[in-house]
């Protein structure tokens, strides 16, 4: 087991996440990119801020690629067999009337 804080919308803390898993296991046979969020919880699409929209969309779109971009490459190069998952909030696949799911609107 290996725990390392990232922040998976700055590209270099995904980069040092792979850096720390290579040091640490040799390989990366397995990748399970998951990463999301909400918002603000009392606010719907209109009224949540730009800022929290960016946080958003850092997070569970950009966090997402940063790691692709980031384990891929190196997978890749690695050769064998190798797994991705990517995995995505239900909640994408409908809508709600609460507020809380303004990002997925």
């Not at 720390?20 to 009224?47: P, Q, W, Y």
């Not at 950009?62 to 980031?70: E, L, R, V």
Request: hydrophobic share 45%.
């Amino acid at each position: 087991m290996l725990c390392v804080p990232a922040d998976v919308r700055r590209e270099e803390e995904v980069q040092a996440l792979l850096r720390s898993c290579k040091t640490r296991f040799g390989t990366v046979d397995l990748f399970f990119n998951n990463a999301g969020v909400i918002g603000e919880c009392d606010k719907g699409v209109l009224s949540s801020s730009a800022a929290t929209w960016r946080w958003v969309l850092d997070t569970n779109v950009m966090g997402i690629i940063h790691g692709m971009q980031a384990f891929v490459p190196e997978m890749e190069a690695e050769g064998g067999e190798k797994h991705i998952v990517n995995t995505a909030s239900a909640a994408g696949l409908y809508s709600q009337p609460r507020a809380t799911m303004a990002p997925y609107v």
